[in-house]
């Protein structure tokens, strides 16, 4: 799949079929969001590998969003170490880039993906660090709930003009 049609056309799934998704894909999908971009190649991202069915079903606990989690066969928890920062709080872009990288491969693949925000909410970023036994340094982002589509969304078109301005306000 070329790069602006997976932009253009990846969608939020939410429903999967019942099939696992194999270590090799994981971790191309884990390569993907490493290769994001990062504020001053800092790579402040973090991964937690989620696919133990227990502990899927706790997390569509942790957010009123996450209820798919206990149809996903896989998810991946993207955290931010802040202990070793060169830029400050720069945490946030450099995992929502990986975050996004993410998503792409998963749709490049034939998975579907769907981002569950924890940041800024200190409630559901406190759930992550108790479920998961966090230390203060590793902030939650995000969670993405990945597996085999048992849904087509078609592509949404998005652009709007007025929200574009060009040299000044």
Known sequence: ME???????????RKYEQRP?????????LRAAMAAPSAGNQQTWRFIVVTDRARLDRLSATSPYAGMLEHAPLAIVVLGDTENEKHRDYWVED???AMENLLLAAHALGLGAVWLGYHPN????ERLRDEFGLP?????LGVASIGHPAEE?????????DFVHTGTW
């Open 3 to 13: 790069a602006l049609q997976a932009i253009m056309s990846r969608r939020s799934i």
């Open 21 to 29: 998704i194999d270590p090799e894909t994981v971790e191309k999908l």
């Open 95 to 97: 995992c929502s880039a």
């Open 122 to 125: 200190d409630d559901r970023k």
């Open 136 to 140: 203060e340094n590793i902030q939650p």
């Open 153 to 161: 969304k078609p592509p949404a078109d998005r652009y709007n003009p």
